[in-house]
């Protein structure tokens, strides 16, 4: 909890930024040895990692809208329990006197 309390100071560009360098240096990992082997082959492998960005992207989006519709699937359940709930307690345990007091 100390731990999670500590990150939770700094902003989240530092993490972001963080990030993209990981991200370059694993791109540079992932093609160096092929240019290394042949500029052929690198420029090949180019054309299918482009592809891989936009497939990320797509799933990116994907993820965004499933979040989406869960947390408005979440508002609809709450409602409904809040709703269930107020009925339960004017019809179940005969509160509609006290509930209209």
């Given at each position: 909890?100390?731990?999670?309390?500590?990150?939770?100071?700094?902003?989240?560009?530092y993490?972001?930024?963080?990030?993209?360098?990981?991200?370059?240096?694993?791109l540079?990992?992932?093609?160096?040895?092929p240019?290394?082997?042949?500029?052929?082959?690198?420029?090949s492998?180019c054309?299918?990692?482009?592809?891989g960005?936009?497939?990320?992207?797509?799933?990116?989006?994907?993820?965004?809208?499933?979040a989406?519709?869960?947390?408005?699937?979440?508002?609809?359940?709450?409602?409904?329990?809040q709703?269930?709930?107020?009925?339960r307690?004017?019809?179940?345990?005969?509160?509609?006197?006290?509930?209209?007091q």
């Amino acid at each position: 909890m100390s731990s999670y309390q500590d990150n939770g100071r700094y902003p989240k560009r530092y993490e972001e930024v963080g990030r993209l360098l990981v991200y370059v240096t694993r791109l540079f990992a992932w093609e160096s040895p092929p240019c290394l082997i042949s500029p052929k082959l690198a420029l090949s492998g180019c054309h299918g990692f482009a592809g891989g960005f936009h497939g990320h992207w797509f799933g990116q989006r994907i993820t965004q809208a499933a979040a989406k519709r869960r947390a408005v699937w979440r508002n609809w359940h709450d409602s409904f329990l809040q709703v269930a709930s107020g009925i339960r307690v004017i019809k179940v345990n005969r509160g509609e006197q006290r509930v209209t007091q």
